[in-house]
């Protein structure tokens, strides 16, 4: 494997499963490019440093996490 330098492209690629992908990708739209079928998200995201890589992904899944926790909450599920 290539040892990755700060400036140097980087392509993240994400899939997992969720019970409510319709609402959880909703978070995504404004945040990076998905796939949403047959109960599963796959996430892309691809940018030209280590570093946007980085921040970008943190937003991500803070969005996802935020989400997850509200569909919980307003189900009536505890964290």
Not at 47 to 60: K, L, Y
């Amino acid at each position: 494997m290539k040892e990755q330098k700060r400036n140097d492209s980087v392509l993240l690629k994400l899939t997992f499963e969720h019970t409510d992908t319709l609402s959880l990708s909703s978070s995504l739209v404004t945040e990076a490019e998905f796939v949403r079928e047959d109960g599963e998200i796959s996430v892309s995201l691809q940018s030209d440093s280590f570093n946007d890589t980085r921040a970008r992904w943190n937003s991500i899944m803070r969005a996802l996490i935020a989400s997850d926790r509200s569909l919980k909450a307003t189900r009536g599920e505890r964290n």
